[in-house]
């Protein structure tokens, strides 16, 4: 997350913030919304098509439309007499996607004889004006950023209002174990529960709120005493690496003794340490609530976090759309509900990197409000959609559907943290082969160790010769420094030793070439 650069801009975010804070959300008539909108995303998606892409003739959406030679009546048709997600796949078919490398700007999309080519901005909403900019993660590429405002941080703390209750800890003491700035999981968190009147007691942060770049440690500094100064404390972000799970263990322990439940929303590797930790001191954390995020809630992870005596419950966020699925208190597995009212989700057949065809999630926003206009785009995820599994009276009949197994296709990701193909690219086919000697195809990144602490693994072929593995350690933590997010992945992997170096021979994908880094089977 970006926080505002110019004078003009630093009013704006000040006044959006003072109105975020000072107009608390109701939180039933917030769910009471969420649920009348799962009723009405036909008409929503028709909406949003008339607002911010048929008078734009910029959109990529709308030019990719016209080639496909659809017209409003024709897509108002499509959805009046089969539904949304019918209606998305019949788009798809026609050529009205776009897929994650055209999204970036990497690759032109070519749909027949037509050629476009897109970036991120092209996607901007024309509506919005940007109170800051949210930015996804990237290391050596700059991530991709949208504009963001209040109105839009409140419509999703809405929809967290929902979640709240559907996990009944709407009033339970929280603390968040999130990255403060540059990071924006941790400010959101701490917005969203702020707006619904429960704010959380405590923020820890895996990274060093210190360490980042001026600006954002000066907003580090500011944020709190103005959300005071405007009558909604926000804490303080301290720092709490991932290897240190006794100080937020203490803090479970202590509120568990005056209250049934607590809450505590972090990444799924820090789920995994904190609940490590109580088994080998002896506590419990029953009437712990862990969300997780970041990472795959795998079979190990939960068997691990559940013999500690904690619930877990698992989000699925991406930027700019938010929490996009979420697990109950009764899904197995890594299954989450499609908290789809502001969202439309389809498949698309395609090939990852490696050679594996996995099914790539292709998303569509309803939201007038929106940072960024989707009409089935990529967001460089795959996973399996289903019918929903049968968790009780507390998820409306409208959220009827599931996803499982949503894992990345040209990402590796440890400890919450992402690195994007782009940062592991340069890496193996110059940093390293410059230091160390050998050619690229000595050199392999992979995720490793899925049912356990998530590794990011560097596997370098024995046929190199003697080598100093912390020297290489050493060398990658220098290229990731040249850039803030890169920054912060180390400040959550390094404490974990969640980087190593292996000495085996990199594994070939199915097309027989060595990629830079594997990812995990689906």
């Not at 202590?254 to 506590?283: C, F, K, M, N, W």
Request: glycine letters at 10%.
């Amino acid at each position: 997350m970006k926080l505002p650069s110019t004078p003009l801009q630093a009013v704006r975010f000040a006044r959006g913030l003072r109105t975020f804070l000072r107009q608390p959300i109701d939180r039933a008539e917030a769910i009471a919304e969420v649920q009348a909108r799962w009723c009405r995303r036909d008409q929503h998606f028709l909406d949003a098509l008339d607002r911010l892409v048929w008078p734009i003739p910029e959109s990529p959406h709308r030019k990719l439309l016209a080639h496909a030679g659809l017209e409003p009546p024709d897509v108002a048709a499509l959805v009046t007499g089969s539904g949304l997600e019918p209606a998305l796949e019949t788009l798809r078919d026609e050529g009205v996607y776009v897929a994650y490398e055209e999204y970036t700007g990497h690759v032109p999309a070519r749909r027949g004889s037509a050629t476009f080519e897109f970036s991120p901005p092209d996607f901007a909403n024309p509506l919005v004006r940007a109170d800051y900019i949210a930015s996804s993660g990237g290391t050596r590429s700059t991530g991709t950023a949208s504009g963001s405002s209040f109105h839009l941080r409140r419509e999703r703390a809405k929809g967290y209002a929902f979640l709240l209750d559907l996990w009944e800890v709407a009033d339970a003491p929280t603390c968040v174990w999130l990255p403060a700035l540059p990071g924006s999981a941790g400010l959101s968190s701490v917005l969203s529960a702020t707006a619904l009147g429960t704010p959380p007691e405590r923020w820890f942060s895996p990274t060093d709120p210190s360490a980042a770049a001026r600006r954002k440690r000066i907003a580090n500094g500011l944020l709190p005493p103005l959300s005071r100064l405007y009558g909604r404390p926000v804490p303080a972000p301290v720092h709490v690496p991932v290897s240190d799970p006794g100080t937020v263990l203490s803090w479970c322990l202590a509120r568990l003794a005056t209250a049934e439940r607590v809450l505590v929303p972090t990444y799924t590797s820090a789920a995994v340490a904190l609940a490590q930790h109580a088994i080998d001191v002896g506590a419990t954390l029953e009437g712990v609530v862990l969300r997780c995020g970041g990472e795959p809630l795998t079979a190990g992870r939960r068997r691990l976090i559940e013999q500690s005596g904690a619930a877990v419950v698992q989000v699925f966020a991406f930027s700019p759309s938010g929490m996009v699925a979420a697990s109950c208190l009764k899904c197995r597995g890594d299954e989450m509900h499609l908290i789809d009212h502001d969202h439309g989700v389809i498949q698309r057949r395609r090939t990852r990197p490696d050679g594996v065809e996995v099914d790539a999630l292709l998303w569509t926003s309803l939201l007038l409000s929106a940072g960024q206009v989707l009409l089935n785009t990529e967001n460089d995820d795959y996973g399996e959609i289903f019918s929903g599994p049968e968790c009780g009276g507390r998820i409306p009949a409208a959220c009827g559907r599931a996803i499982r197994g949503v894992r990345g296709m040209s990402k590796v990701v440890a400890g919450g943290t992402t690195l994007h193909g782009e940062a592991l690219e340069r890496l193996v086919d110059e940093v390293l082969p410059q230091r160390f000697g050998g050619s690229p195809a000595h050199y392999q990144f992979a995720e490793s160790n899925p049912d356990g602490a998530a590794t990011v693994v560097l596997r370098v072929a024995p046929a190199i010769g003697p080598i100093d593995g912390e020297a290489v350690v050493r060398a990658i933590e220098e290229e990731l420094r040249l850039d803030e997010l890169g920054t912060m992945a180390l400040g959550v992997w390094t404490p974990g030793r969640s980087l190593v170096v292996e000495r085996s021979e990199p594994v070939p994908a199915r097309s027989g070439k060595t990629l830079p880094f594997q990812a995990l089977v689906p």
